[in-house]
């Protein structure tokens, strides 16, 4: 892949926001596994709104209706779909394939994390298509409900170049190392109940901070060309994104302090 100069510079440019959510207060905090209980839920939002962008951005680079017509520009189709396959359809530590988000509820189950209000959720928006009407019926978090919403807005643009930029910039890659020594002393005490979260966080910095984010740079840099104001928009947006990270962030850490206030 050609790493370009507007890439470059945006990278640069977000620079501190990335070490502000890569070094955040909120892995510190998680001293048990009661604690990451809490993260999960409200992170299992970030890894639902992760795929809903991610197929926005296929409807939109390829053609998925009936009758077929090609669209766009092939190699553009070839990026997202390949991610479309990895995230869709990864393998479990058994070798089933499942999506990242049903992995996610697997993690969840598995460790006793309460998948309520996920569920809910999902099944509300299913019935109804009332984003606010699901988060009131499943008692989101407040700082989920403005992540989600968003993300949403962001899909609702129908602009390929600005879903890319959130793809690719603001996703799941920002998950720090120093997160997964936090899960491995926790699983020294419950070997029994993180194998899957440890697999799926594993995996998914593997995948995404590696191939997938290749890929997704290449797809971000060719969606926008040399078009100045498409560069422009995606700097804002992936501002805008990062900051809602740090908020989704920022709302599980003041759960977690307090109970102990």
């Known amino acids: 892949m050609i790493m370009n100069s507007q890439i470059q510079r945006i990278q640069e440019k977000i ?94 189950n598995q460790c006793g994390s309460d998948t309520s209000r996920i569920d809910t959720f999902v099944k509300a928006l299913k019935d109804t298509g009332d984003l606010n009407l699901s988060f009131e019926k499943s008692r989101t978090p407040k700082e989920a409900c403005q992540f989600v919403d968003f993300t949403f807005k962001v899909i609702e643009s129908q602009k390929p170049h600005l879903q890319s930029a959130v793809f690719t910039f603001g996703r799941e890659d920002l998950i720090p190392a120093m997160f997964i020594s936090i899960i491995d002393e926790i699983q020294k005490t419950f070997p029994e109940n993180l194998s899957i979260f440890k697999y799926y966080i594993e995996r998914h910095i593997e995948v995404d901070g590696g191939h997938h984010s290749h890929l997704a740079l290449q797809m971000t840099a060719n969606l926008c060309e040399n078009n100045k104001e498409y560069w422009q928009e995606v700097e804002k947006i992936t501002i805008e994104a990062l900051k ?14 307090a109970k102990y206030a």
């Open 15 to 108: 620079q501190p926001l990335r070490q502000e959510i890569i070094n955040h207060k909120v892995y510190s905090a998680i001293k048990g596994i009661d604690d990451l209980k809490v993260f999960m839920q409200y992170h299992v939002y970030a890894v639902w709104d992760f795929m809903s962008i991610l197929k926005s951005l296929q409807n939109n680079l390829t053609c998925t209706t009936v009758p077929w017509f090609p669209a766009g520009s092939a190699d553009t189709r070839f990026l997202i779909n390949e991610i479309v396959a990895g995230e869709e359809s990864d393998v479990d530590l058994e070798g089933k394939r499942k999506s990242h988000f049903e992995l996610y509820l697997d993690a969840m």
């Open 244 to 257: 809602q990270r740090v908020q989704l962030w920022n709302g599980v850490y003041n759960e977690l302090t």
